[in-house]
Each structure stands twice: as structure tokens, then as C-alpha cells.
């Protein structure tokens, strides 16, 4: 009787564990394909209890949050001849989990594919700009150009590279130097270009600002003369009227022209009492 429960007591183990062989659970940030004899026949993504038929199918199973992948240091050259160690960090997500299993089958051989291609898609574009452009200058779009080239050549994996940023720029010891001389160079050409423009800007400045002070005067000058003229014609026309009509003031006006044009200064004048050409010079 012990016996014949103990049989029964096996037998429902093994329906038990045959049971759960049908049996795979499925965690919301999973991703299941069933593949039968390597052929994929299902793609689930929904969490919870799903069935397959054990021994047959075979269930590989994928996270659909963000991979991060670090780039093993890679040695390329850029423009200006300079041998720099690179260190890519990049993230992607599997988009298409079938196409995924075909090319790649596992993360491992992924991340190997993908460092082959970032390390020649860096190789071209390093080649391309100078050192100072991938630390600095231009480096937000030469890191877009490392995204959007590997993320076309990776399109067919099954998989979306969503960033790529460098994790390490290197420059070798040996070229340290020759950078900075370089560096030396570009700035102290750019301080004297900067030099020059300014230079040539202020002699601008100081010339238009001559140019304006002449014209200034020279306006000034032309509007004196015409304002004296019209005065001077204006006076010889008050006089003309008044001498026409006065003899005496005729005579007085002479006189005092006279003085003016043939006596000078500190000349002494000897005349009589009387004072005859000369009396409006004496004192009454």
C-alpha cells in the first residue's frame, strides 16, 4: 500500500514537472522568442504565463531596456597626422528581436559587431578632423556623425543605437608636445590677425572722424565768409545811403579810410595846430 502511493506520489511529481516544462514566465522588461529546430515561431512581449511545448521549443529570452556598451580603446589617426586612443560609450535598445536572433543570436557577439563598426566609423571620421576638433571645436557634431553612421550600418542587427558620447580621448605622449606648439602657433596667428583687424579698423575710424572734422571746418568756413559778405554788403549799402545825402559824413568817412590805409602802427604824425588833413586825430 506504502508502495502504491509512493508510485502515485512520483507520478504526480512528474505531471507536475512536465506541466511547468510547458510553462515560461515573462517579466514586463523581457522580450521572448520560441524558436523550433532554430526557425523563430513566436515573438512575445507581453508579461505574464506563456505556453510551449518543451523538448521542441527552444525559448531565448531578451531585456528591452537600454544595453550600455563600452568600446575597447582603439588608436586612430586624425587629420593633422596625430595617433589618438579613443574610448566609445554608446546604449542601444533591440527594436526587432527576430531580426536580433538572426544576426546576432547573443549580446556578447552583438557588442563584438558593434565594436567593429564604431571602431571604423571613428577610423574615417577621425580622419577628417584634428584632434582640437574632437575635444572641443567640433565635437558635438562629429559625435553625431559617429551615431548617425553607426546606426545606419547596425539598422540590419536589430537594434537602434540611441547615444554615443567618448568615454576617453586620448592624445600619445609623443605628439603632446607637437600639440601644443601647434596650439602656440594657431593662437598667437589668431592674435595677430586679431591684432591687425583692429588695427586696420581704428585707422578706419580715425580717418572718417578726420575726414568729418575737415569737412566740418571747411563748411564752417565757407558759412563765415558768406555771413561776413553779407555783412560787409549790407554795412557799404547803410553807408552808401547815409553819404548821399550828408557831404560832411562823406568826407569824415574818407578821412578815417585814409587813416587807416596810410598811417601804421607807431608812425608819428607832425601837423599844425590847425590840424588841416589830420584834425579828427586831435583832441578837442
Known sequence: ???????????????????????????????????????????????????????????????????????DTASVITSNKQTIEVDILATFVITDPERFY?????????IRRLDDVTYSVMLSIAGKNTFEDIINDNREPILKDILDSTRDQTKDYGIDIKTVQFKKVLLLAANEEQVYKSMITERERISIQT??????????????????????????????????????????????????????LYAYMKRLEMYRTSIKPGTNVITNPSGGVFKNLLTP
Do not use: C
Open 1 to 71: 500500500m506504502r508502495t502504491r502511493g509512493l508510485v502515485i506520489a512520483a507520478v504526480l511529481i512528474l505531471l507536475l514537472l512536465i506541466g511547468l516544462s510547458f510553462l515560461y514566465q515573462l517579466y514586463p522588461y523581457e522580450i521572448a522568442l520560441v524558436t523550433r529546430f532554430g526557425e523563430v515561431k513566436q515573438v512575445q512581449r507581453a508579461p505574464g504565463l506563456h505556453v510551449r511545448i518543451p523538448m521542441i521549443d527552444d525559448l531565448t529570452k531578451y531585456s528591452s531596456r537600454l544595453y550600455e556598451y563600452y568600446s
Open 102 to 110: 538572426q544576426t546576432s543570436r547573443t549580446i556578447e557577439r552583438a
Open 195 to 248: 591684432r591687425a583687424e583692429g588695427e586696420a579698423q581704428s585707422s578706419q575710424i580715425r580717418s572718417k572722424a578726420d575726414w568729418d572734422a575737415t569737412k566740418i571746418v571747411a563748411d564752417a568756413n565757407v558759412r563765415a565768409a558768406k555771413i561776413k559778405a553779407e555783412g560787409d554788403f549790407e554795412a557799404q549799402e547803410i553807408i552808401n545811403r547815409a553819404t548821399k545825402t550828408n557831404v560832411e
